[in-house]
């Protein structure tokens, strides 16, 4: 017969299932942003998206089994500011953020708000600062690993209140809330797509929003700048990724599938719900992944010095 279109590899794909490995736990943040996307991408792809957690160490196992997957466009990694924190945390760390991946596209970005245990004795940011200076060696701050999110989140704040405080680490938020709610740790910064429905429902005391505007979803809770801390401000952006070597036309075919995701009103008003909303579709692309990743390996290996934090 004769020849098919296109070059076999990219022309066919996708061809089977298509899995996005997720680097911390089920049901934690990153794991529910991912598991709204999938969906979609994968109805715009034609293939089943598998949505896999390989979690440990801050993401960077995730990152490294990805880094380290055949350049197929099977295995797709769903990362955040984590990617570009490692660098500057972990020493041997197998894999480097702009060699060993291809650019898919930024998919969204992220408030955190910082919460505690519903009856811990703080009731205002200021109040909690005001504590942990007076307990810091019996109070217990949660995250999601070295380099995590969270545990950034936590650093910003240890450095704005002057105070170094016992972490505990866990391999996703979403664990580390459910011990929040169950008290058995005292307070995180976790962001608004794990947090919003506890905070609704009174399961945990939010003390403030880390972005310079209130998240329309959570009207209540204070900026920590109007909380009185303006210096604690981060949010978490998140890219897709795939193994260096990736065909092009693969690339491009996920990057229009996210393009179509993150268009898709489900994922719109779920993400509006969790107080989040898409990248605008120009962001969706590997050239602004590039950039923001680019832009945030410097930035944060600036704050992780002047944190006085070693690599290890
Ligand atoms: C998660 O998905 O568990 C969080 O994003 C982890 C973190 O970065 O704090």
């Given at each position: ?27 934690g ?23 896999q ?128 709610v ?10 608004t ?44 952006w ?7 070597g ?62 006085g934090?070693?690599?290890?």
């Amino acid at each position: 017969g004769a020849a098919t279109g296109g070059s076999a590899g990219a022309g066919g794909y996708p061809e089977r299932n298509i899995t996005f490995v997720v680097p911390f736990s089920a049901g934690g943040p990153t794991d529910t942003v991912t598991r709204m996307i999938a969906e979609p991408m994968a109805a715009e792809l034609g293939a089943k998206v598998v949505v896999q957690n390989a979690e440990g160490a801050g993401g960077t196992v995730g990152a490294g089994e990805v880094a380290r997957a055949d350049p197929d466009g099977y295995t797709v990694l769903m990362h955040h500011i984590g990617m570009s924190t490692a660098p500057a945390l972990y020493k041997d760390l197998g894999y480097k953020p702009l060699e060993n991946f291809e650019m898919v596209g930024l998919v969204t970005e992220v408030p955190m708000t910082i919460v505690a245990r519903k009856d811990f004795e703080p009731k205002t940011l200021q109040d909690l600062v005001t504590y942990v200076k007076a307990n810091a060696g019996k109070v217990t701050l949660a995250n999601a690993g070295i380099g995590a999110a969270s545990h950034l989140c936590g650093l910003l704040f240890q450095t704005a209140a002057g105070v170094k405080l016992q972490e505990v680490p866990y391999e996703g938020t979403g664990p580390a809330l459910t011990d929040l709610v169950g008290g058995q740790v005292d307070f995180m910064c976790d962001q608004t797509t794990n947090t919003s429905g506890q905070i609704s429902a009174g399961e945990v005391k939010a003390y403030a929003v880390t972005t310079p505007e209130r998240v329309r979803s959570l009207p209540d809770l204070p900026t920590t700048t109007e909380a009185g801390l303006p210096q604690l401000q981060v949010s978490v952006w998140h890219g897709l990724y795939v193994p260096k070597g990736t065909p092009q036309e693969v690339v491009q075919k996920l990057s229009e599938a996210l393009k179509v995701a993150l268009a898709d009103k489900g994922v719109v008003d779920q993400m509006a719900k969790l107080g989040t909303a898409p990248v605008p579709a120009g962001d969706a692309t590997p050239q602004a992944l590039r950039a923001k990743l680019e832009e945030q390996l410097a930035t944060w290996a600036k704050v992780i010095a002047d944190a006085g934090v070693k690599a290890s």
